[in-house]
């Protein structure tokens, strides 16, 4: 029998620091290393579908429907241009989606119990910058958490909030989940604050900042209006080898918790 899939969910409340970035070009990276990988987008602006070239015009369901209505993960799951990469859509109705769901049993499992018996070697759940019922879902259904950091004054900010969720939800709903690691993102190494932060998040996250870290490379930043992931846009890219690296650095991670 197949090995259960493992789910990391990309997550950091606040706003651009680079999870959709990071979640499909590690996804692709992963792809790339053989590795079969679903792409979940857990956020109503679909940046992630369309960042991988789906178009929500093509669609005939999305995370919503199976959120919302209980439409079959299969039928809603696409193949992707990309090598490995499947992708769960979303669009702007996952907003209302939220607040249908909301008041019912057992809210906080239903991402979890839609995917549960998906075959992939991994499973990445882009999620939206809030810590709402939709990121609960995301962290009930994950067994890791990779938080993107960008590189930034206030990069800690909220940080706490965050570990305070992930507490919470280990506590009430999955005693499993585990923080794999924190990543910096847009990091200059020409700016001496890049480095100062780097070192204050090693000091508040101590033995999960991964040692690579992501460079601002506006290679990155063009990529996804093509609908590619980094290593098929310009894979000789600053930010094409840091994504690589990373996807290495985590698999061994991961390799090590066997
Ligand atoms: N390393 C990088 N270098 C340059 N630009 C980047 C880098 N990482 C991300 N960007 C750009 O910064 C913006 C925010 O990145 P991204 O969408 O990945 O963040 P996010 O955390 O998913 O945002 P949101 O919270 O809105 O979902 C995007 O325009 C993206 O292309
Ligand atoms: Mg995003």
Redesign the pocket.
Known sequence: MKQKATVIAVL?Q?????????AINIASALGKQKQTVLLIDS?P?A?ATSGLGVSLSGLNSTLCDVLVSGTAVSSTIQKTKIKNISILPADPRLASAEIDIATRDRREFILKTAIDDLEYDYIII?C??ALSLLTINALVAADYILI?VQAEYYALEGLSQLLQVMQQVQSRYNPDLELLGVLM??YDKRTSLSRQVYDEVEKHFKGKLLETV?????R??EA?SYGVPIDEYDKWSR?AKAYKNVARELAKRLEGNK
């Open positions: 950091n606040k706003g651009g620091v680079g999870k959709t970035t990071t956020d602006q940046n882009d939206p910058p993107p993102t847009m992501i460079p601002r490379n506006i990155l930043a996804p930010g």
